[in-house]
């Protein structure tokens, strides 16, 4: 592999850049006319603008992008995560152009990329999932079955979702009735799949996912699972690994990260994807969904392990073996991420588009930022609010928050809104301190 294009912008774009350069591969950034200035386009070794600022006219414009790579005459694309990076037309579109997509086949993006099909092949694979439909639920009398069945409360699910879209929890026949039609409009306008299912509604869960890698020569292995429990709206907001939970429960974290390969290998994985968990108070543990993509947290997984994801990932993509075995991934320590965001908490979280006036970053020993914007940069409303994901390492817990907390106070941003001062309530609440956290924490303790 010689040249990679990287089908994608900001923080992730830079991340597999840098990884690019460190492996002595040439890249080509694509960017819309917004992001002419932006740091991906500086540090490529190629820039091409593919459309206007719109993200459906450019990061999404899967014929600019092939086109672009063409010309480049780049022999892969990378997808990082969002945008492209779990279409699997997209991917096949590659396969087509002879162009190696860094992920998994068309085939594996689509199986599991619809959350029913992938539920039923965990159940033949003899991997707890969540009571609920066996499918997609077309119509309110079977939903209100099923429901009935399982017993109440019961959440909806987009079948082809994610990022919390198309999801609702209902209490009741009545509520279900309103929800079932919401949700699929809801799947229908954000994925142009209307197709839902219905599952029993775990209270208080944690959200556990483990890493895996899996190269092209049937070789898999996890790096071991990140909590990814503190939520707002089905969003994550902030991340650690390893679990404090499953840190006292050794034997269910092996246990576990066994199933997650089982999972991995029925679905005949490639690259690098996470197995989502819900895991309740008493340690049952479900599976929810895979992500066939590179996760936004992966850098704590990095920090706790050593071991780079991006480049482990265009190794496999390259057909070259893993040189680890399970027994070789040695977790050592303790690591957080904030996702820093650009939006006001102190107004329902509005998105705060703008030009940064100042911006000081934090640094010193034990901590990593991965961002992609400076002084005099401009955050425009077309894209997602992430502008920065704030890592901290310690040797336990405990000093990892107390890093952060170092880390956010350094953290200056001037002329636009963030989710710092939230990050810095979070981190004091004592609750949080305690390791006792669960999806529905900012519900249950910051609300």
Known sequence: MKKILIANRGEIALRVIRACKELGIETVAVYSKADKNSLHVQY?????????????????????IISTAMVSGADAIHPGYGFLSENPFFAKLCETHKIKFIGPSAKIIECMGNKAKAKELMIKNNIPVIPGSHGAVENVNKAIKIAREIGYPVIIKASAGGGGRGMRITHSDEDLKKALEL?????????????????????????????????????IIHLGERDCSIQRRHQKILEEAPSPFLEKHPELRKEIGEKAIIAAKAAGYQGAGTIEFLLDSSGNYYFIEMNTRVQVEHGITELVTGIDIIKEQIKIASNEKLLLNQEDVKISGHALECRINAEDPDNDFRPSPGRINTLIL????????DTHIYQGFEI???????????????KDRNEAISVMERALDEFKIEGIKTTIPFHKKILQNAFFKKGEIYTNFIQRRME
């Open 44 to 64: 490529a070794d190629e820039a091409y603008c593919i459309g206007p600022n719109e993200s459906t006219l450019s990061y999404l414009n899967m014929q600019a």
């Open 380 to 394: 425009l409303p077309y894209y997602d609010s992430l502008i920065a994901k704030l890592m901290s390492y310690g």
């Open 183 to 219: 949700a699929q409009k809801e799947a229908q306008n954000a994925f142009g799949n209307s197709e839902v299912y219905i599952e029993k509604y775990i209270e208080e869960p944690k959200h556990i996912e483990f890493q895996i890698l899996a190269d092209e020569h049937g070789n």
């Open 362 to 369: 934090p640094g010193g020993p034990k901590v990593r930022i």
